[in-house]
């Protein structure tokens, strides 16, 4: 995420805003990335699907962007 915080200017880089308000939900709830997978229903085998994580976007990191475009 550092990497891709460093990239390119925030107001051209729609991808950097959202990785950046993730990074902050994560800090905030002081969660790892594997346990917020673990909490999206992930496991060993079975992966979060695009459709659930573009949701939990929505709700949770970027409220004013639509579906389609998390997506």
């Not at 891709?4 to 994560?26: D, E, I, W």
């Not at 917020?36 to 992966?47: I, V, Y």
Request: with cysteine; proline share 3%; hydrophobic share 40%.
């Amino acid at each position: 995420m550092d990497r891709m915080c460093a990239l390119g200017n925030k107001n051209h880089n729609p991808f950097r805003s959202v990785v950046q308000r993730l990074a902050y939900f994560l800090e905030s709830n002081k969660l790892t990335t594997a346990s917020l997978l673990r909490r999206l229903g992930a496991s060993e085998t079975e992966p979060v699907s695009i459709n659930k994580f573009a949701d939990f976007l929505k709700t949770k990191v970027e409220k004013r962007k639509d579906q389609v475009e998390l997506f």
